[in-house]
C-alpha cells in the first residue's frame, strides 16, 4: 500500500466549470476525511465519510459542492459551477476507526480557477 | 480568536541552529499533533502527543497539558527542514483543529 492517493495533483480551471476530484485512501482504513487548505491558512474540514457514510459536512461545503465514496473505499469530489473563491488545496486524509494513530494525508488537489 | 495559535508565522535560520516553534491551544484536547508540509502540498505526521515529550531523530515535542502549550524542537537544522510546520489537536472527536502553520527557512 502506497499511502493516500489523490487525483489530479493540479487542476486548472475556468470559472463556471465543473471539477472532480479523487481521493484513494490505505485499503484498511474505514474513515476518509477532505480538508481545504487555502494560501497562509491551516486546513478547514469539509467532510468526513466512515465507510461510504457521509457522517457529517461542514457548512462550508456549500450545495455546489458534494462527495461521494460509494463503496466505502475511494472517494471523489466534485465542485459544480467553480467560482474563484474554490481555488485552494483539497486534502485528503484517512484513518482506522477514530484516528488514534492520527490520520494519513495525501499529497493534496491544488485548484485553480481562473 | 483561533483555536490554535502557532508562532512565529515565519522563521529563517542558519544552518546547525536550535529551532523552536510554539503552539497553544484554548480547548480541552485528546491529542496534539505536529506535522510537516513540504511546498508540494503533502503533509506528513511527525508527532501525536497526549502528554510529555516524543523524540524522533533530531525533533523534539514536548506538551505542557496544564499550560494548553506545545513546543517542536529542531536540532542541529539543515536546509532540507525547510517547510511548514503545522500544529493540530483533535478534541474529542476525529476533526483536526489546525493552527496557521509555521514557515521555516533554513539557509545553508
Known amino acids: 500500500d502506497t499511502g493516500v492517493s489523490q487525483d489530479p495533483r493540479h487542476k486548472i480551471t475556468k470559472r463556471g466549470q465543473n471539477v472532480t476530484f479523487r481521493c484513494d485512501p490505505i485499503?484498511?482504513?474505514?474513515?476518509l476525511y477532505w480538508y481545504r487548505q487555502t494560501l497562509g491558512q491551516g486546513p478547514e474540514f469539509l467532510t468526513y465519510f466512515q465507510n461510504e457514510a457521509q457522517l457529517e459536512k461542514s457548512r462550508l461545503l456549500s450545495d455546489r459542492f458534494s462527495a461521494e465514496r460509494p463503496k466505502g473505499s475511494f472517494s471523489t469530489l466534485e465542485i459544480q459551477r467553480t467560482e474563484q473563491g474554490d481555488s485552494a488545496m483539497y486534502l485528503c486524509a484517512s484513518s482506522l476507526g477514530q484516528g488514534g494513530h492520527g490520520y494519513t494525508f495525501g499529497s493534496g488537489t491544488r485548484l485553480t480557477v481562473v | 480568536k483561533n483555536e490554535v495559535e502557532q508562532s512565529p508565522q515565519n522563521l529563517t535560520a542558519q544552518e546547525g541552529e536550535f529551532i523552536t516553534i510554539n503552539c497553544s491551544y484554548s480547548?480541552?484536547?485528546?491529542?496534539l499533533h505536529w506535522l510537516q508540509q513540504h511546498p508540494g502540498g503533502g503533509i506528513v505526521s511527525l508527532f501525536m502527543l497526549s502528554s510529555g515529550k516524543k523524540k524522533h531523530g533530531r525533533l523534539i515535542a514536548t506538551i505542557n497539558i496544564q499550560e494548553k502549550h506545545s513546543s517542536l524542537h529542531i536540532t542541529a537544522s539543515h536546509p532540507r527542514d525547510s517547510a511548514v510546520y503545522i500544529c493540530a489537536i483533535t478534541s474529542g472527536t476525529y476533526k483536526y483543529i489546525f493552527g496557521t502553520g509555521t514557515r521555516l527557512k533554513v539557509l545553508a
Open positions: 480547548v480541552g484536547i485528546s491529542a
Open positions: 485499503s484498511e482504513h474505514n474513515r
